[in-house]
């Protein structure tokens, strides 16, 4: 199984500019998550879909950032305009009704100028 | 967000001692509880969970829960320089399918 696989891996623009993060789930997965990873407050659950439909949107931050999932292999996070106080890690993650565990992708390292 | 509270140390022991982490919980409705270990650059991912109270052991890792105190820990035994990482707590909400996250506790296992 190749993983939860997210793109790009590492994001530099600037200020103002669209951001979209990309995320395949593990295939057969029915829940997917976005997340975002800072220092001062670590992960923070920004959105969770399952079977394609966004279930919980509650912490994403603002206005400015929004997520789809077209179909069961993709997911997209959107962040329009970008500010410098975006700049973190973002991360996606999938599992299976019937487990508790999450698999997270690798990342997307954003940092906004 | 539930409330997730870790000490993000850093804490330090010597290779073979034991290490502790701690975790407390504001949300006495939360079901199931969870380790996740994240190397430097890496992703998380899952050491273990533990669902009712007492402790549960795999290995040299037990976690324990104590939920009329809205606690778990996680005990690493025999510790070597390659559990040097952050440890992350983890609860999930009562329908199983929100998973929130305490913001780490950085271990560093000196030889």
């Known amino acids: 199984d190749a993983g939860v696989i997210q793109s790009p891996r590492h994001e530099v623009t600037e200020m103002g500019q669209e951001v979209t993060l990309r995320c395949k789930p593990i295939?057969?997965?029915?829940?997917l998550f976005w997340y975002r990873q800072t220092m001062m407050r670590g992960l923070e659950l920004l959105i969770y879909?399952?079977?394609?439909?966004?279930?919980?949107d509650s912490g994403m931050p603002e206005d400015r950032f929004s997520a789809k999932m077209p179909n069961a292999s993709f997911s997209t996070l959107k962040i329009q305009p970008s500010e410098p106080r975006d700049s973190a890690v973002y991360f996606c993650?999938?599992?299976?009704?019937?487990?508790?565990?999450?698999?997270f992708g690798e990342g997307s390292r954003l940092t906004v100028l | 967000q539930k409330e997730v509270e870790q000490n993000s140390g850093p804490l330090s022991v010597p290779e073979g001692a034991i290490a502790s982490l701690n975790c407390t919980y504001s949300d006495r409705g939360s079901q199931s509880f969870f380790w996740y270990r994240q190397y430097s650059g890496k992703s998380p991912e899952l050491i273990m969970f533990i669902y009712s109270n007492g402790d549960k052991e795999d290995g040299r890792f037990t976690a324990q829960l104590n939920k009329a105190s809205q606690y778990v820990s996680l005990l690493i035994r025999d510790s070597q320089p390659s559990d040097s990482a952050t440890y992350l707590c983890a609860l999930s909400s009562n329908t199983g399918n929100q998973f929130y996250f305490g913001t780490g506790t950085s271990l560093t296992v000196i030889p």
């Open positions: 993650a999938s599992k299976h009704t019937n487990t508790g565990e999450l698999f």
């Open positions: 295939s057969g997965h029915d829940y």
């Open positions: 879909f399952n079977n394609n439909v966004p279930i919980d």
